[in-house]
């Protein structure tokens, strides 16, 4: 290794330009070396490009970084054998080789969180378990806040850890300073203190996993690069190499920020969407005095930096405004590994570091390391098996979070290809959360510009992405937006939030972002009320819509055996039902249409489009007489909402739109105005009266101005997706994704009429609930209605907030939103008996308890129910009223 030129420059902006004067004209070369030595190869089984590979494997997993080491070990561990390994270069030379090495559970999601703690202990052990030093060192670490709403946020991520048993206390800046001896407190309001998180050498880990993962009879072949994939009749059956054939069954893509490409040079293209970026860190020559390997990490996400202890010295990095993408295709790893430094591009970044720490103006600089780290759209990593190859797995995109995702992502991923499904829910990282919309390059690098800068950004509830917008939009975008419409994106599918009635300040709007009470209060709830008192028009188009039909009896077969509720009924029905695994639980929750004797028109959530259609598909037969379609795309879908939209509708059909003539839950093609064909259904989606109208996209936009124009004579006007939610909420009404996941029973939600026992066919999961029904509930579904809470002064709500029962941690919300009818918050959420306590729930265990929601580390009381309150609060609030109009006339 050569000798750091740089020794004699301090980090001090008095030296700064000068520093930036010798790069700028060759006066000095850094050494390119990572944050540990060149990784090393000997592991028993690592084998160099002059062994012969196999002919065929099980499972051939291509990328040997941190990420594809821990998929083999933990398939080795679950007793997988024929398992290769294959590494373009030197396993661990690219992005595990520059990895910060800082392991820290201070994560966005719980699942996150999860994955980060297992992978703490993972590497806690490894060393007593393969022999080899993994460099482990338990430091801690400090989230610090430079404003209150920060200091909120970490609060509320503290409440949420100490859910899933994670150690981590809120402390003032004095702590600080006496867990650090660097740290500038002066600006600090507080911080929070991870104990348990710390620092690895991160080549050794994979070293380490890759020779325990040899112990078990991994093969690992390094120099050894993936061409494509081969697949025959949508499943893998090999992978083509420079260096020849494996025939295998299963494949998996740990290739880092070549998982895009790779995913695309397949024989059968598959949708990777991730997208890399220069990210930089700082390195330092030793402090005088020596800064203890054992101080704590610093991440000061409001000054965009992370600090740990290195050699004496530190190690400074950070998540920058304008980030710099890599361009990937056609450059092979040694020229991504060997990118050049960027004095300029680090100055403010360096800038914040000095000022958290001004100590080290004087100290000498040792490197500027330039690393590749990948991002993906939302800023969570890709996982599981890919919707159109059966047996092509995927683990990549790990945003910076590589090292402590990896081993609790090794984990979930094994587990995933050895029983079926992991052993947590991990839909938030499912790969099939993205479409092939979101594999656009462009797309990408617009997008991961903006991610990269929102690792360390202040995230309120509801915030929305800025790029890559209007990608999919309704026929009615444009008048919904001149009408003042704000909106959010689902799926890429823009979506109304609510709008703004002229007058008030858009941008003001915009810019509202709090953690208490939002500026469009107001504004939601005079849509909700309209909804309750005369009608409103939701556009609900983003919903997944797919046909399912059949020459014979098929479609009606496959549904039944798909789905828990009897589909065997008139045509014109309308039936809810979840789609269920073998465990009971929720693979999809979805309103089903029978159209005609053997055709099915079935609803299903917006990000359900890719993931539902995989679903069905697995399960559908080979046979050419069955046919599925995704018509998402060929009906703009409104909801009109409120006891006056059968008065406009009659008017535009001339049909009488009464309960006497359109039962509930029906479903009928009808005229509206001059369109035919278009499907009227009576259902609403929140419990309201009304109907969903299916429109054929031609027809959309004279649909809809002729409801817009009956409609004003009974107070229409438009809606969105926030008074939507406040009205399903308050109706106890689960929605899948939110408050349903693929561990959520039927029976644990109170949905039990929904499944029907006795019919005919065997339908999945039931085997699993007839258990479950004799046994009973370990868990149960719940509304929360909080009782002494001011909604204009104190946190709201929104999700993922403990909850207490008897003082004791009993569970969590799954969301949450406030009541315009009850006119306070309501929580939905799932609750379980305390440990020591017998393990089935009652009615009785519900009703006896004293419950509590623990908001950002304040507990309000609140009263739990397993039915909605809706009929109470609306006997108290008539009862108010009559009271008041006694009272006025009395005066």
Not at 320 to 330: A, L, Q, S, V
Request: aromatic share 10%; with cysteine.
């Amino acid at each position: 290794m050569r000798s750091c030129v740089r020794s004699t420059r301090a980090l001090s902006p008095v030296f700064f330009p000068r520093l930036l004067l010798d790069v700028r004209h060759g006066g000095a070369e850094v050494a390119q070396r990572g944050l540990c030595c060149s990784p090393r190869s000997s592991a028993a089984g690592v084998e160099g490009s002059s062994m012969p590979l196999p002919s065929q494997a099980r499972v051939v997993i291509c990328g040997g970084g941190i990420v594809g080491t821990s998929v083999a070990y933990h398939l080795a561990k679950l007793g997988w054998t024929e398992v290769v390994l294959l590494e373009q270069g030197r396993l661990g030379a690219g992005t595990t080789r520059l990895c910060a090495g800082i392991v820290s559970v201070a994560k966005p999601i719980s699942i996150e969180s999860k994955m980060a703690d297992y992978s703490n202990t993972l590497y806690e052990h490894l060393e007593e378990e393969t022999g080899v030093k993994t460099g482990y060192m338990r430091t801690g670490s400090l989230c610090l806040a430079q404003n209150q709403d920060r200091f909120l946020s970490l609060k509320r991520l503290a409440s949420r850890l100490k859910v899933i048993g994670i150690s981590c206390n809120v402390i003032k800046p004095k702590d600080v300073a006496q867990l650090h001896p660097l740290v500038n407190i002066h600006d600090l309001v507080g911080a929070l203190h991870l104990p348990g998180d710390a620092v690895v050498s991160p080549p050794d880990v994979s070293h380490a996993l890759a020779v325990a993962a040899a112990s078990h009879g991994v093969m690992i072949h390094e120099r050894t690069s993936v061409n494509h994939v081969m697949v025959e009749r949508g499943h893998v059956t090999g992978v083509e190499t420079d260096r020849g054939p494996i025939e295998c069954e299963y494949f998996v893509n740990c290739a880092g920020q070549w998982a895009y490409e790779l995913g695309q040079a397949s024989e059968v293209k598959v949708s990777v969407p991730l997208h890399g970026c220069e990210h930089f860190y700082l390195l330092t020559k030793p402090l005088q005095p020596l800064l203890q390997p054992s101080t704590p990490v610093v991440m000061d996400m409001d000054g965009r930096i992370y600090v740990r202890a290195w050699q004496g010295g530190v190690l400074s990095g950070g998540f920058e405004k304008n980030p710099k993408p890599i361009f990937t295709e056609g450059r092979n790893q040694l020229e991504i590994q060997n990118m050049q430094e960027d004095w300029d591009h680090f100055e403010p970044m360096l800038g914040a570091l000095l000022r958290r720490m001004p100590n080290l103006d004087a100290c000498e600089i040792h490197q500027l390391v330039n690393c590749p780290e990948s991002f993906t759209p939302d800023m969570r990593c890709l996982m599981g098996e890919t919707p159109g190859v059966h047996g092509y797995f995927v683990l990549a995109g790990m945003n910076s979070s590589g090292l402590s995702f990896a081993g609790g992502a090794g984990r979930y991923l094994a587990e995933w290809m050895t029983y079926g499904y992991p052993t947590a829910n991990v839909w938030p990282l499912d790969i099939t959360r993205f479409g092939s919309l979101q594999s656009s390059r462009t797309f990408l690098r617009h997008r991961v510009m903006e991610v990269m800068p929102l690792l360390y950004e202040l995230k309120v509830p509801r915030w929305d992405f800025q790029t890559g917008r209007q990608l999919r939009t309704s026929p009615l975008y444009d008048r919904l937006d001149a009408q003042g419409a704000r909106w959010m994106e689902k799926h890429g599918f823009e979506r109304a939030k609510y709008f703004v009635p002229a007058g008030k300040d858009l941008l003001a709007l915009d810019q509202s972002k709090t953690f208490y009470k939002p500026d469009w209060f107001d504004i939601v709830g005079a849509e909700v009320k309209c909804c309750k008192e005369a009608v409103c028009v939701i556009d609900m188009s983003s919903f997944t819509k797919f046909e399912l039909s059949s020459t014979g009896d098929q479609a009606l077969e496959l549904l039944q055996h798909l789905c828990a509720n009897d589909l065997d009924v008139p045509v014109g029905h309308i039936v809810h039902t979840g789609m269920l695994n073998e465990r009971g639980g929720y693979e999809n929750d979805c309103s089903v249409v029978r159209i005609n004797k053997n055709s099915f028109f079935i609803i299903s959530p917006t990000d359900q489009q890719v993931r539902c259609w995989a679903w069905i598909k697995q399960h559908m037969p080979n046979d050419p007489q069955l046919h599925l379609e995704d018509v998402s795309w060929k009906y703009t879908a409104l909801n009109l909402i409120g006891p006056r939209a059968m008065d406009v509708l009659s008017e535009l059909s001339y049909v009488s739109m009464t309960p006497e003539h359109f039962p509930s839950l029906f479903c009928k093609e009808m005229s509206v105005g001059y369109a035919n064909g278009i499907r009227v259904m009576s259902m609403t989606h929140t419990g309201e009266p009304g109907f969903m109208l299916y429109i054929p996209i031609e027809y959309a936009l004279h649909v809809y101005n002729e409801v817009m124009s009956v409609g004003q004579k009974y107070g229409i006007r438009n809606a969105g997706y926030y008074a939507l939610r406040s009205l399903r909420i308050e109706k106890f009404f689960a929605f899948w994704g939110q408050d349903l996941d693929t561990f959520t029973t039927p029976l644990e939600c109170g949905r039990e009429f929904r499944v029907k026992f006795d019919k005919d066919t065997d339908f999945l999961g039931r085997d699993a609930l007839l258990r479950q029904r004799q046994e009973g509930v370990s868990r149960r579904f719940i509304m929360l209605v909080l009782e002494d809470h001011d909604c204009e002064l104190d946190l709201w709500p929104w999700w993922g907030e403990p909850i207490y029962r008897n003082g004791e941690l009993a569970g969590v919300t799954t969301s949450s939103a406030y009541s315009y009818t009850l006119e306070r918050h309501v929580c939905l959420g799932f609750v379980s008996p305390p440990s020591g306590a017998p393990p089935v729930i009652t009615p009785d265990f519900i009703n006896r308890g004293d419950y509590e929601v623990d908001i950002a580390g304040q507990r309000y009381p609140a009263k739990a129910k397993l039915y909605p309150f809706s009929s109470l609060f609306a006997q108290q609030r008539r009862r108010k009223d009559d009271m008041e109009l006694s009272n006025f006339q009395g005066k």
